[in-house]
């Protein structure tokens, strides 16, 4: 059997507590701390001086077996920290794994970012051809491809204005145009179709079908459920650091899914010291305020979060927005939407937040939610504080006992009850 | 790239450096040739300032160390003598400055994408190259101003110029990679360049300097260098200090082999800690 790719039980763990401080560290801690530990060794030369670094050792991958062969194109899904983009970073040999083994057979391409390279000074026709060289494009093969990129970019007026001045959406569809036409034998792609407006999100995907389609391997991860179970013919379930589950998309996805199920309807996040702010609890609760991740499409029920700002915040924004499984925005409602002109400023402390979403709105079906936290810091300007992304996924349910208007079979995203003036 | 099969392990040997290094060759004068064009954007008078920045400390050496201090030349003018200096010098601290920053300065690709770590530090050498160049170019002006001609030591000077970037790269390799833990080498760097200019005899001839003192003094490997610069390109009358010479160029080598050594040992976990 020939194998585009294979991993014999990877694991990658970090020493947490060290690695937090290490951006901090400085030469002189080092210096304080090795001396302390040589104190300490002189002292009790047996005893091990590990509680004096406060090591706590955090698996993020732990013994990935897997399998690919050529012209597969295996999803990989699992909730935020379940390891993906770690995988992704192993086999692409950013990161090292502390532990197995892995082998690719072939010419490997990783995309684990838009842009990579992207220099805002420079143009788009210069950027181009830096972008293409750090992917591992040769001069060459960027000057025969160039006019195609281009043309997939859609920026043609503007390749000779520096990005900075460029929009996002334009920025995106640069960058994206330039990874599109890469032409490895196994592509890694992390979640790069998260960016830009829906129609170039077709066509990102359209491009990875092609590539696909001529027999490439390809290691795919992303949120977007809809995206996997078009592109991809084997998905694999991570959670937290091990796979739990692997096969063909429909049975892993609902697996996938069904995980989200379990959960109470509350989520509760890791405290991790981020500045400005932090989000502690994201949740669903029904009309009773019991927090339930299933719904009833004909009862009123809340979004709920919990947050903590750790400083006076100006400008802030809390955001929630609510996605489709295919990972369409339905709505964003906003802390501020209803007294726009105040002053939108945060005190340090905690806050809860209820939001109340009516009956009769959202169809039946599963969403999931996204928060994040804006505010504009002393010093950092206007910034992204904390978010989450499809933290929490929940079931809008057909209860079929009351209301035989609300039809179960009724197509649409939303379901509003809205008033008809009938005349004859 | 072209390499067939790729094993990914821990504490991998670094077996393919330099065939991997050979595939990226184009990355490494990509960058090159990006920092050379973002550096100038949005400025009033470009490349003149590769110019005007070695005419210019060139003319403040002169006034502090010929002038006021009245230090020796032998037979060649002032200004000729410093400026033959200026040239490695400039390389090397240009180099080493950049280089050390390189990789902090590029966190994003590091944390994103593969490619072999060393051509960051590398990058800054070529670039620097392009300004020795340009400032090269001054010299030949001086050269006839002054009708100081060099003879057929001018020969030698591509072989001085390898030894000052081996010396520069192998610095660079080393503070660069201390640089992405230990953010103090941000600041400590511009101190060493800025205490290396007069540590080394760029505002003075070595001649100046004690001859029992003359090997100690060599143990910086740019007095090596500066002094070969001067030989090669200031004709007849300079000396150069064979004893010394060798002892640089020695150090330069073992800088070299010790800074990409260390390099690709800390290179593993850059990722994760940048």
Same mark, same amino acid.
């Given at each position: 059997?020939?194998?585009?790719?294979?991993?014999?039980?990877?694991?990658?763990?970090?020493?947490?507590?060290?690695?937090?401080?290490?951006?901090?560290?400085?030469?002189?801690?080092?210096?304080?701390?090795?001396?302390?530990?040589?104190?300490?060794?002189?002292?009790?030369?047996?005893?091990?001086?590990?509680?004096?670094?406060?090591?706590?050792?955090?698996?993020?991958?732990?013994?990935?077996?897997?399998?690919?062969?050529?012209?597969?194109?295996?999803?990989?899904?699992?909730?935020?920290?379940?390891?993906?983009?770690?995988?992704?970073?192993?086999?692409?040999?950013?990161?090292?794994?502390?532990?197995?083994?892995?082998?690719?057979?072939?010419?490997?391409?990783?995309?684990?970012?838009?842009?990579?390279?992207?220099?805002?000074?420079?143009?788009?026709?210069?950027?181009?051809?830096?972008?293409?060289?750090?992917?591992?494009?040769?001069?060459?093969?960027?000057?025969?491809?160039?006019?195609?990129?281009?043309?997939?970019?859609?920026?043609?007026?503007?390749?000779?204005?520096?990005?900075?001045?460029?929009?996002?959406?334009?920025?995106?569809?640069?960058?994206?145009?330039?990874?599109?036409?890469?032409?490895?034998?196994?592509?890694?792609?992390?979640?790069?179709?998260?960016?830009?407006?829906?129609?170039?999100?077709?066509?990102?995907?359209?491009?990875?079908?092609?590539?696909?389609?001529?027999?490439?391997?390809?290691?795919?991860?992303?949120?977007?459920?809809?995206?996997?179970?078009?592109?991809?013919?084997?998905?694999?379930?991570?959670?937290?650091?091990?796979?739990?589950?692997?096969?063909?998309?429909?049975?892993? @996805?609902?697996?996938?899914?069904?995980?989200?199920?379990?959960?109470?309807?509350?989520?509760?996040?890791?405290?991790?010291?981020?500045?400005?702010?932090?989000?502690?609890?994201?949740? @669903?609760?029904?009309?009773?305020?019991?927090?339930?991740?299933?719904?009833?499409?004909?009862?009123?029920?809340?979004?709920?979060?919990?947050?903590?700002?750790?400083?006076?915040?100006?400008?802030?924004?809390?955001?929630?927005?609510?996605?489709?499984?295919?990972?369409?925005?339905?709505?964003?409602?906003?802390?501020?939407?209803?007294?726009?002109?105040?002053?939108?400023?945060?005190?340090?402390?905690?806050?809860?937040?209820?939001?109340?979403?009516?009956?009769?709105?959202?169809?039946?079906?599963?969403?999931?939610?996204?928060?994040?936290?804006?505010?504009?810091?002393?010093?950092?300007?206007?910034?992204?504080?904390?978010?989450?992304?499809?933290?929490?996924?929940?079931?809008?349910?057909?209860?079929?006992?009351?209301?035989?208007?609300?039809?179960?079979?009724?197509?649409?995203?939303?379901?509003?009850?809205?008033?008809?003036?009938?005349?004859? | 790239?072209?390499?067939?099969?790729?094993?990914?392990?821990?504490?991998?040997?670094?077996?393919?450096?330099?065939?991997?290094?050979?595939?990226? #060759?184009?990355?490494?004068?990509?960058?090159?040739? #990006?920092?050379?064009?973002?550096?100038?954007?949005?400025?009033?008078?470009?490349?003149?300032?590769?110019?005007?920045?070695?005419?210019?400390?060139?003319?403040?050496?002169?006034?502090?160390?010929?002038?006021?201090?009245?230090?020796?030349?032998?037979?060649?003018?002032?200004?000729?003598?410093?400026?033959?200096?200026?040239?490695?010098?400039?390389?090397?601290?240009?180099?080493?400055?950049?280089?050390?920053?390189?990789?902090?300065?590029?966190?994003?690709?590091?944390?994103?994408?593969?490619?072999?770590?060393?051509?960051?530090?590398?990058?800054?050498?070529?670039?620097?190259?392009?300004?020795?160049?340009?400032?090269?170019?001054?010299?030949?002006?001086?050269?006839?101003?002054?009708?100081?001609?060099?003879?057929?030591?001018?020969?030698?000077?591509?072989?001085?110029?390898?030894?000052?970037?081996?010396?520069?790269?192998?610095?660079?390799?080393?503070?660069?990679?201390?640089?992405?833990?230990?953010?103090?080498?941000?600041?400590?760097?511009?101190?060493?360049?800025?205490?290396?200019?007069?540590?080394?005899?760029?505002?003075?001839?070595?001649?100046?300097?004690?001859?029992?003192?003359?090997?100690?003094?060599?143990?910086?490997?740019?007095?090596?260098?500066?002094?070969?610069?001067?030989?090669?390109?200031?004709?007849?009358?300079?000396?150069?200090?064979?004893?010394?010479?060798?002892?640089?160029?020695?150090?330069?080598?073992?800088?070299?082999?010790?800074?990409?050594?260390?390099?690709?040992?800390?290179?593993?976990?850059?990722?994760?800690?940048?």
């Amino acid at each position: 059997m020939t194998y585009a790719l294979t991993t014999e039980k990877i694991g990658k763990s970090y020493t947490i507590g060290h690695m937090r401080r290490k951006h901090t560290l400085n030469l002189r801690e080092v210096l304080a701390k090795n001396a302390r530990s040589l104190v300490q060794r002189l002292r009790h030369p047996l005893s091990s001086n590990r509680e004096l670094f406060d090591i706590e050792e955090f698996w993020a991958l732990r013994d990935i077996n897997l399998k690919v062969t050529p012209g597969e194109r295996v999803g990989l899904i699992g909730r935020n920290g379940a390891g993906k983009s770690t995988l992704l970073k192993i086999l692409s040999r950013i990161t090292e794994p502390t532990t197995g083994r892995a082998r690719l057979y072939g010419r490997v391409s990783a995309l684990l970012q838009v842009g990579t390279g992207f220099h805002p000074e420079l143009t788009g026709r210069e950027n181009i051809f830096l972008n293409g060289a750090v992917l591992g494009m040769g001069r060459r093969e960027i000057q025969g491809k160039f006019d195609e990129i281009v043309a997939f970019s859609e920026v043609e007026q503007f390749l000779d204005t520096p990005v900075k001045r460029y929009s996002s959406g334009m920025y995106v569809r640069l960058a994206f145009a330039v990874a599109a036409h890469l032409d490895p034998e196994i592509l890694l792609v992390d979640e790069v179709l998260a960016v830009g407006d829906i129609d170039f999100q077709k066509k990102c995907l359209g491009r990875m079908n092609t590539v696909a389609d001529q027999g490439r391997t390809i290691l795919f991860v992303s949120h977007n459920m809809a995206a996997i179970s078009r592109l991809c013919n084997r998905v694999v379930l991570l959670d937290k650091g091990r796979i739990i589950q692997e096969g063909d998309p429909e049975t892993i @996805i609902q697996a996938y899914f069904a995980q989200g199920e379990q959960s109470s309807g509350l989520l509760v996040l890791k405290p991790e010291n981020k500045p400005g702010a932090q989000i502690e609890e994201i949740g @669903i609760a029904n009309e009773d305020e019991q927090f339930s991740s299933s719904v009833k499409v004909h009862r009123d029920f809340f979004l709920h979060l919990r947050f903590r700002v750790h400083e006076k915040l100006d400008q802030a924004r809390v955001a929630i927005s609510v996605l489709t499984q295919d990972g369409t925005t339905v709505f964003v409602t906003m802390h501020t939407d209803e007294n726009p002109g105040e002053k939108r400023e945060l005190l340090p402390g905690d806050y809860r937040a209820r939001v109340r979403v009516p009956a009769h709105f959202l169809n039946v079906g599963t969403y999931s939610l996204n928060v994040q936290i804006i505010g504009r810091r002393p010093g950092y300007g206007r910034v992204k504080l904390d978010h989450a992304q499809q933290a929490l996924n929940f079931r809008v349910e057909q209860t079929g006992t009351i209301s035989l208007e609300v039809n179960a079979s009724r197509p649409g995203v939303v379901t509003p009850i809205l008033s008809w003036s009938l005349e004859q | 790239m072209q390499i067939a099969e790729i094993t990914i392990e821990p504490r991998k040997q670094a077996r393919h450096i330099w065939r991997e290094l050979w595939l990226y #060759r184009e990355l490494l004068f990509f960058m090159a040739w #990006r920092d050379l064009i973002v550096r100038y954007k949005q400025t009033v008078i470009g490349i003149a300032w590769s110019l005007l920045r070695p005419i210019i400390t060139m003319v403040i050496l002169t006034l502090v160390f010929g002038k006021l201090a009245k230090l020796p030349s032998g037979e060649v003018p002032y200004p000729l003598l410093v400026y033959a200096a200026m040239l490695p010098w400039q390389f090397f601290s240009n180099t080493f400055s950049v280089s050390a920053n390189s990789l902090v300065s590029n966190s994003n690709m590091i944390s994103k994408t593969y490619f072999p770590r060393i051509i960051l530090p590398t990058t800054a050498m070529l670039t620097s190259l392009v300004d020795f160049l340009i400032a090269f170019s001054i010299y030949i002006l001086m050269m006839f101003w002054y009708g100081v001609y060099p003879d057929w030591r001018i020969v030698v000077l591509p072989l001085l110029m390898i030894l000052a970037s081996l010396a520069s790269l192998g610095a660079g390799f080393f503070v660069s990679a201390l640089n992405v833990t230990y953010r103090d080498f941000r600041i400590v760097v511009p101190f060493i360049v800025q205490f290396g200019l007069y540590l080394s005899p760029v505002g003075f001839s070595s001649n100046v300097v004690p001859e029992k003192w003359r090997l100690l003094y060599s143990l910086n490997p740019m007095v090596g260098v500066i002094d070969g610069f001067r030989w090669a390109l200031l004709g007849g009358e300079v000396k150069l200090y064979m004893p010394g010479f060798i002892l640089s160029t020695c150090l330069s080598l073992l800088i070299f082999l010790l800074g990409i050594r260390f390099f690709y040992r800390s290179e593993r976990t850059f990722a994760d800690i940048i």
